[in-house]
């Protein structure tokens, strides 16, 4: 990892909101992508050999075309506060997929290596299974994206949306050493959204050995990078959080690690 800031500012007055490579993130795998599209407004994305793509819409709706496949009205969600899933979709290395708003839209895109193994398909909402963790103030609301139960090479996404004055990602974990069944290595982003937008998230990236210590004020379409150690995220009291995470590694398989120091509340 570079010594770059593990937060990186969205283009707050652009169309491309947020653009990260494995290269611009000093690590492997992940890339991500963040776009806001006007009513009318046309996209083409083209995955480069050798990276497979989700395409999430966050909210708005849009018609896609990736290859033969077309699908008319996808998405619908107002915002990403809603409590309902999104579409998806799931695009191997090589595709164009050519994207219309149909109305105000947000669009991410997930990337990370693949070889071509599994075709394009849509995700659907139904297929996306929700659940509530965690208790009291450390309650959270995930949405599996694309789960390792999922067909995909490389990728995990998930959305989690976290209640004000609630924790997240709590107690602090990690993945960051390849040692299945008990941990596995993946390099994760969050990129974030806040309800009311003028809030801010709080997350801290640390190791055990505090050799990366950073704590950060993420605002509304921030992303920040984990490449390693534990990464809890708070919300201050009267925001609401949602993050969109992307993870990607050697193994498709999410395997962590508590911080053994809080482990106890559990």
């Excluded at 899933?85 to 149909?102: D, G, Q």
């Amino acid at each position: 990892m570079t010594t770059m800031s593990l937060l990186v500012k969205a283009k707050a007055d652009a169309q491309h909101l947020v653009h990260i490579t494995p290269q611009s993130a000093g690590w492997r795998h992940v890339g991500f992508d963040a776009w806001r599209l006007g009513a009318g407004t046309e996209l083409r994305i083209d995955l480069p050999a050798g990276r497979e793509g989700c395409l999430v819409v966050l909210s708005g709706t849009v018609d896609l075309q990736a290859g033969d496949l077309r699908r008319e009205r996808c998405g619908g969600r107002a915002s990403v506060f809603d409590e309902q899933a999104p579409h998806a979709l799931y695009a191997p290395p090589r595709t164009s997929i050519h994207v219309r708003a149909h109305d105000a839209v947000e669009l991410a895109l997930a990337s990370a290596p693949a070889t071509g193994l599994h075709p394009t398909r849509v995700i659907e909402p139904a297929q996306m299974a929700r659940s509530t963790r965690g208790i009291g103030s450390n309650e959270r609301f995930i949405c599996d994206v694309l789960p390792q139960t999922q067909v995909a090479e490389s990728l995990l996404v998930v959305e989690v949306r976290t209640p004000a004055a609630h924790s997240s990602s709590y107690p602090p974990h990690k993945h960051d050493s390849d040692d299945p069944p008990h941990e596995t290595w993946l390099e994760e982003v969050y990129y974030h959204r806040i309800d009311p937008p003028q809030g801010f998230a709080l997350q801290r990236v640390y190791t055990d050995a505090r050799d990366l210590d950073e704590t950060m004020a993420a605002h509304d379409h921030d992303v920040v990078l984990v490449p390693r150690g534990y990464h809890p995220v708070v919300m201050p009291h009267a925001y609401n959080g949602y993050y969109l995470n992307v993870m990607a590694g050697p193994r498709r398989e999410w395997r962590i690690r508590n911080d053994p120091a809080h482990e106890w509340m559990l």
